[in-house]
């Protein structure tokens, strides 16, 4: 997963009652050990540093009406990149799907959140190889739609607070709607957009789910493959119906993801599997099911697991596998849908 981390010994005075409220979270298992508690901690204030929207109902009320005195800049002009072009479609001229040595191997990393990013990805990249272009210049087209995905991020995220959504129902989540754009932008296009690291492999969500292909040329250039172009081609409440209440998937769109994750990314299908396995032994709140992914992919630390598990969760709420709930006035349980008890069914779990 390509992640390394290198540790310092840093001394902080914590105040006692801090360090009592940390002692009690260790005592009733919610966390290992103090270690744990400050990892965990820390890549949670970097994951908000990194987009402002991660964890919006966590702030405190004098931020929140310091935010909302400050208007978003609103993009009135998203043009046609983000419509259904399908009777064209059929003149795309499709990419290769990724080798696997060209994937990081595994299921689909905790930070690639949501799918509705990558469904904005993908109709964009379908609207702009209409040309007849095979691949178009990545930095270019990752400009124009970071910018079609913010317009469209503002536009989800007014009728979030309209709406009064909470955290886990909000459809601009992962859409770059932070308060810098340029941090949020680039978060989006590394997440749901992708580049090729300095080992030439494929990072980001499209490319996982073997939906897009980047090669380097003079200049390194973005494909759809058949996969992304089947998925772009699909009707979607937001993009098409302008519907903000059936969430950001249709129907059709989640049986396609479900089927195309079986037979074309059996890693991250088994995770689904085994994660709705372990829901329905009973094992329904998220420091049981860390410690759970800990003794299965062993090569995971603490907080990996536990942004595995966050992403993983995400994911299978947005295709209706899963449902949330509260339990007393801070943790959270997880209840599986008639969906999710279908293809548990179905089964193919081999972790």
Not at 223 to 234: E, M, P, R, V, W
């Amino acid at each position: 997963m390509n992640i390394r981390y290198i540790k310092m010994k840093i001394i902080v005075d914590v105040p006692q009652g801090f360090i009592q409220k940390i002692r009690t979270m260790i005592e009733t298992g919610k966390y290992v050990s103090v270690e744990e508690f400050v990892e965990v901690s820390l890549l949670n204030q970097l994951s908000l540093e990194e987009d402002n929207n991660l964890n919006l109902d966590s702030f405190s009320k004098k931020k929140e009406i310091i935010k909302t005195e400050v208007p978003y800049p609103r993009i009135q002009n998203i043009g046609n990149i983000l419509s259904l072009n399908e009777e064209n479609y059929g003149k795309i001229i499709l990419s290769e799907i990724p080798f696997e040595n060209q994937l990081y191997s595994g299921p689909i990393w905790g930070q690639y959140n949501k799918i509705f990013p990558v469904k904005v990805t993908l109709r964009a990249l379908a609207n702009s190889l209409l040309d007849g272009n095979q691949y178009i210049d990545l930095d270019d087209f990752s400009k124009k739609t970071s910018e079609a995905a913010r317009s469209l991020g503002l536009k989800l995220l007014d009728s979030d607070k309209m709406q009064k959504r909470v955290k886990g129902e909000k459809l601009s989540i992962a859409l770059p709607v932070g308060e810098n754009p340029y941090k949020s932008k680039t978060r989006f296009t590394n997440h749901f957009i992708g580049y090729l690291d300095s080992e030439g492999k494929l990072n980001g969500a499209p490319g996982k789910i073997k939906f897009i292909s980047i090669v380097q040329k003079e200049k390194k250039k973005i494909g759809i493959t058949k996969f992304g172009l089947q998925f772009a081609s699909l009707l979607n409440p937001i993009l098409d119906q302008d519907v903000h209440n059936e969430g950001t998937l249709s129907k059709k769109e989640i049986e396609y993801l479900i089927d195309h994750l079986r037979a074309n990314i059996p890693e991250e299908y088994e995770a689904i599997i085994y994660l709705l396995s372990m829901i329905k032994e009973g094992k329904n709140r998220p420091s049981e099911q860390t410690q759970e992914i800990l003794n299965i992919y062993k090569k995971l630390t603490i907080p990996q697991a536990g942004i595995f598990r966050g992403g993983l969760v995400s994911r299978m709420i947005e295709l209706d596998l899963i449902t949330s709930y509260r339990i007393g006035m801070r943790e959270i349980g997880y209840k599986i849908t008639e969906t999710g008890l279908s293809l548990i069914k179905k089964g193919g779990v081999s972790i």
